[in-house]
């Protein structure tokens, strides 16, 4: 037999009782978990859309995790690594738009019916995405109330310090004059902008060279921020464009929702350091 020049020496082509690529990624469950209930030839991208986001913010969540760990430890260098990596996993969640966004309203309409009241905001992930990043409302809680097993993880993020909490209380054992209050708080609310807070990056900034791994730490927040902001644009652009101001599924405004959320600030010191500077 004529050897495959695309195999490489010692290549197996039968892999009976051996694991195999679709075994190790259980691509029978990851591929088989599409069901749409329409019919419609559009449905399939808009399932497949929302999965994969979800499993890009599994990953976000893995690494929002540890990275807050490595703040509280003082361990800045793989804390930054990881930091760099949710930000590339937020530019393949805001590319993603652009693949959703060929859904035109008449596509979307031919089946938005079979959706019943399901709607991305009842992302349990992305609610922990937010509470980690230290957008915290206890109202986001309740449409998990009837899952125990969603609500307890999301329940704990909600009462822990934020990964900008660690920050802050990071800044504090370094030396810099950071107010008690913004240090010990309570962790169920989002945190108010303190000057104190904003002086103590200000330093930072003003002598990278003495806290460099400090400054390299705000610059991966910034970048995240940064990133986030454009993932919260492209998603209500992406959704004016297909529904218009029609209200969400899930009983939101809809766009509406989205655009108040665009507001929001996750780190406000390091963003008023820059005028400060």
Known sequence: MAK??????????DFAGEMSYGDYLALDAVLGAQHPRSGDHNELLFIVQHQTSELWMKLALHELVAARARV???ELAPAAKMLSRVTRIMAQLNQSWDVLSTLTPADYSAFRGSLGSASGFQSWQYRMVEFILGS???????PHRHRPDLLAPLETLHRE???????????????FPVRAAACERDWTVPREFD??????????YRD???HWDLYELAEKLVD??????QWRFRHATTVERIIGWKRGTGGTSGVGYLRRALDAVLFPEL???RTAL
Do not use: H, I
């Not at 495959?4 to 082509?13: E, F, I, K, S, V």
């Not at 310090?161 to 030396?175: C, F, I, N, Q, T």
């Open 4 to 13: 495959d020049p695309n195999l490489a020496d010692g290549a197996r082509l």
């Open 72 to 74: 509280r430890a003082a």
């Open 136 to 142: 915290k409302n206890a109202v986001m809680l309740e």
């Open 161 to 175: 310090p934020s990964l900008y909490d660690e920050a802050v209380r990071l800044l504090a054992r370094r030396g």
């Open 195 to 204: 000057d104190s807070v904003c002086e103590a990056w200000v330093a930072v």
């Open 208 to 210: 990278t060279a003495a």
């Open 224 to 229: 995240l921020e940064d990133a986030f902001r």
């Open 271 to 273: 963003w008023r350091a």
